[in-house]
């Protein structure tokens, strides 16, 4: 069935905000300006901030949902479900896994490419399958343990590739390991937030929206309180800041000030997040998760196609052909490879019935 001018928008707005979200941050990063009291030019390493600017977009969404239920109410016949009672807390334990994550992987991202940032987080798909087993009690396919075990070899091939990359690029090959290990390390946080928003929060269908914007709003209050103990946490040269300290938010509005353009990027991962998300549970409300799937995963390529375009990075032939690995790995777990298995079982058997027929036809002409 064709798709409606409304879901190919939908579609478009999930593959293009999705693919800002990572490129606005990475332009931030590649940014250099000088900082307050005139220090010298650094770079914009400030990834907590970012966070918590990540988080406020999240928190928009809380906005838009509110504005969908007033629209609905307007409406001769209302189309939404009345919202059922909750206890928000509820959404404190995983927003504090998404606030971890997502912090470490701004962290990564200062010492790694973004398209590998993106293709390396295809590995949450491992870690969300294992702890489903061990916490959810779920039953794993053979396709689902067979497309951990490709994403696994495409996190190698891509891992390598990296290795291979990183004397063509700023980043050592020290950072580039230890951003990559980051990355990995923080889609265990991300699998966790994951099994626990299954098991205590869909139960009480709560509209995703809804649950987007309230973790929204924890994890950008508790990040935001904390950037005030991280002005006084020494981290040395691992900060990237000049006083050295975990998180230096006055560092970053001066070097804003200097710099106006970092304000853009900021705000291009503030907005796209909050449009993601909405287009995100769109699309897979209006045509399904499947496709949600495959456009996360043109995501990355795209991700990849402008970084090259952008001289940001090189072209390196093992990452294409880790993306395709990791592509496979995720098609796998997914199911993707079951109507593919269906129309070709489907065509078999009617070029069998063809067979028979034309069998027939053929024993009948020679009486």
């Known amino acids: 069935m064709a798709w409606s001018r409304y879901q190919l928008g939908l579609a478009a707005l999930m593959l293009l905000t999705g693919s800002i979200n990572t490129l606005a941050a990475k332009w931030a990063d590649n940014f250099s300006a000088a900082g307050c009291s005139g220090t010298q030019e650094h770079g914009f390493q400030h990834p907590f901030l970012q966070a918590v600017g990540m988080f406020l977009g999240e928190f928009s969404c809380l906005g838009v949902f509110y504005l969908l239920v007033w629209r609905d109410r307007r409406r001769p016949e209302p189309s939404m479900a009345p919202s059922q009672p909750f206890n ?25 490419s973004a398209s590998s940032f993106q293709m390396l987080r295809g590995s949450v798909i491992i870690f969300t399958g294992l702890l489903s087993v061990a916490f959810l009690g779920r039953k794993l396919e053979l396709s689902q343990w067979l497309g951990i075990l490709v994403t696994i070899v495409g996190l190698v091939v891509v891992g390598l590739a990296d290795l291979h990359s990183s004397h063509d690029q700023k980043h050592k090959l020290s950072e580039v390991i230890t951003g990559d290990l980051l990355i990995v390390m923080a889609q265990v946080i991300v699998a966790i937030q994951m099994v626990l928003e299954e098991k205590f929060v869909y139960k009480h269908d709560v509209h995703p929206l809804r649950a987007v914007g309230t973790e929204g709003f924890f994890g950008f209050l508790i990040l935001a309180l904390l950037l005030v103990p991280m002005y006084y946490i020494p981290a040395g040269s691992f900060s990237g800041n000049p006083r050295q300290a975990l998180e230096d938010p006055l560092d970053a509005f001066c070097q804003i000030g200097h710099r106006p353009l970092i304000a853009l990027a900021l705000l291009g991962n503030i907005s796209s997040i909050a449009f993601f998300n909405f287009a995100g549970i769109s699309v897979t409300k209006e045509i399904s998760a499947t496709t949600r799937m495959v456009l996360d995963s043109l995501r990355t390529l795209v991700i990849w196609a402008v970084s090259l375009a952008l001289g940001w990075e090189t072209f390196h032939g093992l990452e294409i052909l880790g993306f395709g690995v990791l592509l496979v790995g995720a098609a796998l777990y997914n199911g993707l490879h079951q109507p593919l298995l269906a129309r070709l079982s489907w065509r ?15 024993a009948i002409n020679s009486e």
């Open 88 to 112: 928000p807390l509820l959404f404190l334990p995983p927003a504090l896994c998404d606030m971890t994550g997502t912090s470490i992987m701004y962290v990564a991202l200062n010492m790694t």
């Open 348 to 362: 078999a058997e009617e070029a069998e019935r063809e067979g028979l027929l034309n069998g027939e036809s053929t």
